[in-house]
């Protein structure tokens, strides 16, 4: 019998921004978009070995609640979990 090895191909995910800011009281990540994000979608947090993925059920710019964020876009998302500054958002 011969052995074959398994190569596993790690899955490049899509950066879709980085968190510059966490509100620690209200649970809020603001978001620096490198590319657009709506309400419903799936985001993956992630810092170092932790990582989380969350559906963004709320989104803002400048305290008004919009549909969608695109690419410059400062967002800011409520979270379940804390995301540190510098976390990458990524699709997920």
């Known amino acids: ?4 090895a398994k190569t596993v191909a790690k899955k ?4 879709l921004g980085t968190v510059t800011h966490w509100y620690d009281k209200i ?15 799936m985001v993956k947090i992630k810092r170092g070995e932790e990582e989380f993925e969350e559906k963004v059920n709320s989104l803002q710019i400048d ?4 549909k969608s964020g695109k690419k410059g876009d400062e967002i ?4 379940s979990r804390q995301a540190k500054e ?3 958002v990524c699709k997920a």
């Open 63 to 66: 305290h008004v609640d919009v």
């Open 27 to 41: 649970s809020v990540a603001v978001i620096k978009l490198k590319s657009g994000l709506k309400k419903g979608d």
């Open 76 to 79: 800011a998302i409520k979270l």
């Open 12 to 15: 490049k995910e899509k950066v």
């Open 1 to 4: 019998m011969k052995k074959v």
């Open 86 to 88: 510098g976390s990458l």
